[in-house]
């Protein structure tokens, strides 16, 4: 069973635009959740995180929001860019016990110059 | 500072044959992890550990072994290689849930023929 699941496989944005990631995950005990971003052939490259605590965290052009009663979380990208182009993995974990990830299939960002 | 890094990068099986696949990070990590990823599915956890001399199964830990006598070393093993192994495999290390994920390094191609 997926306990975390990105229902996009795919996204396509344009340069500028604001790019939407969506995440939405089954367990309730996960209480801490990170982005991933991988380009092909290398490793996932963490993006930024949230803890349930929060509702919102933000970096730079890159904004995580958690809304727990529904489950889900989202990525904003502000303004997206071309070397933005990849794709972009959703994990939960508990803050407690051995911290494994669980990861969503992922969703290809495009942003078209 | 070389991070996680991960040898072969490819490697090419025959049904039956065994490998040890090598995990090495240089940033004193207490936790390292091996993933799995197929396509469609995201990254699946094989086994980790937290901490040397210890290990734990993962979600798909079936056909695979693994050892830590080392801090910065983890291996994971297959003893005898089925086509259903044919995956990309990628090691992670952390020292539990910070604002700064886990590290991951570039990934093993096998491809069990």
């Known amino acids: 069973d997926q306990q975390v699941k990105q229902n996009s496989p795919s996204l396509s944005v344009q340069e500028g635009r604001i790019s939407i990631l969506n995440c939405d995950y089954t367990n309730s005990m996960f209480d801490y959740f990170l982005w991933y971003k991988k380009y092909p052939a290398e490793g996932p490259t963490f993006l930024i995180s949230?803890?349930?605590?929060?509702d919102k965290n933000e970096d730079g052009r890159f904004t995580v929001f958690l809304n727990k009663s529904a489950k889900h979380l989202s990525l904003h990208i502000v303004p997206s860019q071309p070397g933005d182009s990849a794709v972009y993995f959703c994990a939960a974990s508990t803050i407690t016990g051995a911290n494994n990830l669980f990861f969503g299939t992922g969703t290809r960002l495009t942003v078209i110059p | 500072n070389a991070g996680v890094t991960q040898t072969p990068k490819f490697r090419v099986l025959k049904t039956g044959q065994s490998m040890t696949l090598l995990c090495a990070q240089d940033?004193?990590?207490?936790?390292m992890y091996w993933y799995r990823q197929d396509p469609g599915m995201g990254l699946r956890l094989i086994h980790y550990s937290v901490g040397e001399g210890t290990t734990a199964k993962g979600e798909v830990p079936d056909g695979y072994n693994v050892s830590r006598l080392k801090k910065q070393n983890f291996l994971l093993g297959l003893e005898s290689a089925a086509p259903s192994q044919t995956s990309v495999y990628f090691c992670?290390?952390?020292?539990?849930?910070?604002?700064?994920?886990?590290?991951f390094g570039s990934g093993t191609r096998l491809t069990v023929v």
């Open positions: 992670a290390s952390g020292q539990g849930l910070t604002n700064y994920g886990y590290t």
């Open positions: 949230i803890s349930s605590i929060k």
């Open positions: 940033m004193n990590h207490e936790y």
